[in-house]
């Protein structure tokens, strides 16, 4: 059975950092692609930033490159959200999510929430302006 459990969402300040983190189980973590998406209520899920298995290439979106950092370690089966510099507009649930396909190759899909079959339960993250 395979289970995320995410950890390290909260309320900060503006320009503050966060670091999330989120526990797989039920699945050989190291073969998988890892992705971090994230919602706000009335609004579909918006794609924050993935890691491929393997050599772990990062991917993220527009609005959050250079100032968030997705990484991986293999040996924990976990997988991290590093968000710096937040802004109010950060402010939403964050999901991490596992790639429904093993060992993939096409990465151009990791950015597309159906390509993903695992859902953590989400971490709530607040910015204050």
């Known amino acids: 059975q395979v289970q995320l459990v995410e950890s390290g969402g909260g309320l900060v300040q503006a320009g503050d950092s966060l670091r999330l983190s989120c526990a797989a189980s039920?699945?050989?973590?190291?073969?998988?692609?890892m992705a971090w998406f994230r919602q706000t209520s009335g609004r579909e899920r918006e794609f924050v930033a993935t890691?491929?298995?393997?050599?772990?290439?990062?991917d993220y979106a527009e609005s959050v490159k250079g100032r968030f950092t997705i990484s991986r370690d293999n040996a924990k089966d976990t997988v991290y959200l590093e968000m710096n510099t937040l802004k109010p507009e950060d402010t939403a649930v964050y999901y991490c999510?596992?790639?429904?396909?093993?060992?993939?190759?096409?990465?151009?899909?990791?950015?597309?929430?159906?390509?993903?079959?695992?859902w953590g339960q989400g971490t709530q993250v607040t910015v204050s302006a």
């Open positions: 999510a596992l790639d429904r396909l093993k060992i993939r190759t096409n990465w151009f899909r990791l950015k597309d929430s159906n390509e993903y079959d695992f």
């Open positions: 039920g699945r050989t973590f190291s073969t998988y692609a």
């Open positions: 890691i491929t298995w393997g050599a772990g290439d990062t």
